[in-house]
T-cell receptor, first 111, second 117 residues
Framework: EDQVTQSPEALRLQEGESSSLNCSYTVSGLRGLFWYRQDPGKGPEFLFTLYSAGEEKEKERLKATLTKKESFLHITAPKPEDSATYLCAVQATGGGNKLTFGTGTQLKVEL | KAGVTQTPRYLIKTRGQQVTLSCSPISGHRSVSWYQQTPGQGLQFLFEYFSETQRNKGNFPGRFSGRQFSNSRSEMNVSTLELGDSALYLC????????????????FGPGTRLTVT
């Protein structure tokens, strides 16, 4: 059974204090690893898809990396507007569009 | 381009009743997936539809069902509601299911908040 574990569950940062969120996974065969951001009361917002170990993608202050067992979401010099829950999900080969999600990291960035 | 829309946004039902939720995907998207989100279990996959056919199903009881129409709009139905069905129900759309090495981005709607009393 595919499994995704995210850590930490919650993270509080000062504005400008860089950090990383971790997503470890076990999957029968990885087609893709997805990162989403979710704000309270809203649906998840797509951030990145990573397909193979060694791949990296960047968007503004966010950078996602992938190894064979885990993915990291690095947040550089975060701002209060980066506060949200960050979700990681895996898509297995042969599983269609099904995503298996972790429970997320709740990030709060303070002034 | 309009995003994924879901109706209604909020719903209150009583145990034993049934409910139908609707999802309109992004224009041109033909694959629709449904997820249940609860504080305890997080996001869990319900089912996936493409070309009016269910392609994939999660581990939920038969009380949960869905369908997709020729215009790609989708509905999900929950019969004989239980208190534990209270959740945020999310719909996600993508161009199509994965093909070969290609996986398409999935975009989520705002969800329908269902409360069962």
């Amino acid at each position: 059974e595919d499994q995704v574990t995210q850590s930490p569950e919650a993270l509080r940062l000062q504005e400008g204090e860089s950090s990383s969120l971790n997503c470890s996974y076990t999957v029968s065969g990885l087609r893709g690893l997805f990162w989403y951001r979710q704000d309270p009361g809203k649906g998840p917002e797509f951030l990145f898809t990573l397909y193979s170990a060694g791949e990296e993608k960047e968007k503004e202050r966010l950078k996602a990396t992938l190894t064979k067992k885990e993915s990291f979401l690095h947040i550089t010099a975060p701002k209060p507007e980066d506060s949200a829950t960050y979700l990681c999900a895996v898509q297995a080969t042969g599983g269609g569009n099904k995503l298996t999600f972790g429970t997320g990291t709740q990030l709060k960035v303070e002034l | 381009k309009a995003g994924v829309t879901q109706t209604p946004r909020y719903l209150i039902k009583t145990r034993g009743q049934q409910v139908t939720l609707s999802c309109s995907p992004i224009s041109g998207h033909r694959s629709v997936s449904w997820y249940q989100q609860t504080p305890g279990q997080g996001l869990q996959f319900l089912f996936e539809y493409f070309s009016e056919t269910q392609r994939n199903k999660g581990n939920f009881p038969g009380r949960f069902s869905g369908r997709q129409f020729s215009n790609s709009r989708s509905e999900m139905n929950v019969s004989t509601l239980e208190l534990g069905d209270s959740a945020l129900y999310l719909c996600a759309s993508s161009l199509s299911p994965p093909s070969g090495q290609t996986s398409y981005e999935q975009y989520f709607g705002p969800g329908t908040r269902l409360t069962v009393t």
